[in-house]
């Protein structure tokens, strides 16, 4: 999987690419087939849109250049929300406070990922996370601390705990992942108007989803609003929503949250890093039509690349061409 967080200072350039393993579905599925042109205006959801986002001055950018119909195009993804990945690297007070205050201000709901967990990747591309544990515990107070009483939506360490299912993770972290994830939820939750999503990764990752069951309660999903699902994977909406409601039953009903920035066209088997021929998913919203769904969501920053693959920058650099492919690509 592929992810590099980026600071404040960065969002211009930067971004994250967070793929999980593999992507075996059917291409052919199309999810959110009501999905039209109009569903990508701005204003369509309750989630804050970032006005300095890479999308959103590639936009700027192409108008100056007399690319008007690139421009448009690019603003299908300028003008949604897209979640924040604060930096693990620095204090993420600084990025976390400007967002949750402008989307105070807007009356609009941050959205957010928190991804540094200790051991992170597990060696791979988004190789890295917090030094140990109680340096982990620090950066997630300040994280906390800086949504203050803001609405905020947290979608909580994206892998963690579909790494010590599959075993990517070597067994000797596994209890203390479990317990920092824990304590993660406990201490964000003490903030008035914050949901947490758990990951529980994608539908193609751990295909029975009975083995994510007792490590996502190790990992104090009771305690959590929910979790995410297919977090900057492919599956389509309908393959995921079957496979959440399942974990949801399983889990005594505890909702989920599923990101579909990039999941229009579903996945291209065999390739989960920068496939190309893909699209735009279900725009944000949290009108899904099932109950146990609480939002589309779009949590991997579209138009930002998972990695040296298929031709793409780093990790989490900001790839334009990707992008507009994306947005060409979307259904309507």
């Known amino acids: 999987m592929t992810r590099l967080i980026h600071a404040l200072a960065a969002l211009a350039a930067l971004g994250l690419a967070a793929g999980c393993s593999s992507a075996g579905a059917d291409p052919a599925s199309e999810p959110g087939a009501d999905t039209t042109k109009a569903a990508y205006a701005a204003g369509t959801s309750p989630f804050w849109v970032d006005p300095q986002s890479p999308a959103a001055r590639q936009a700027q950018l192409w108008q100056r250049q007399g690319r008007g119909q690139d421009a448009e195009l690019i603003r299908r993804i300028a003008d949604q929300p897209v979640a924040l990945w604060p930096a693990g690297e620095v204090d993420p007070s600084p990025t976390v406070r400007a967002a949750a205050s402008d989307a105070s201000r807007e009356g609009k709901t941050a959205v957010f990922v928190a991804y540094n967990i200790p051991h992170r990747d597990c060696g791979q591309h988004s190789a890295g996370g917090a030094a140990d544990a109680n340096a982990y515990r620090d950066w997630i107070g300040k994280f906390a601390d800086a949504l203050g009483e803001a609405d905020a939506l947290v979608v909580l360490e994206p892998d963690a705990v579909a790494h010590v299912v599959d075993g990517c993770t070597p067994g000797e972290y596994h209890a203390e992942r479990e317990q920092l994830l824990g304590e993660a939820i406990t201490r964000l939750k003490q903030q008035p108007n914050t949901k947490v999503y758990l990951d529980a990764g994608n539908a193609d990752w751990i295909k029975d ?42 889990l005594g009903g505890k909702h989920f949250v599923v990101d579909t920035s990039r999941n229009g066209n579903g996945p291209l088997p065999g390739v989960w890093c ?27 920053r579209p138009g930002e690349s998972d990695g040296t693959c ?5 990790a989490g650099r900001w790839w334009p061409e990707y992008a507009l492919e994306l947005a060409r690509n979307a259904k309507g």
């Open 310 to 314: 298929e031709g793409g920058p780093a």
């Open 209 to 250: 989803s009975q083995k994510l069951v007792e490590p996502l309660k190790r990992a104090g999903i009771e305690q959590a609003d929910g979790f995410a699902l297919n977090v900057s994977n492919f599956q389509t909406d309908e393959v995921t929503t079957e496979y959440g409601g399942r974990l949801a039953e399983a």
């Open 274 to 300: 920068n496939p190309p021929g893909r699209a735009l998913g279900t725009p944000p919203t949290t009108d899904t039509g099932d109950p146990v769904v609480d939002a589309y969501l779009w949590i991997k």
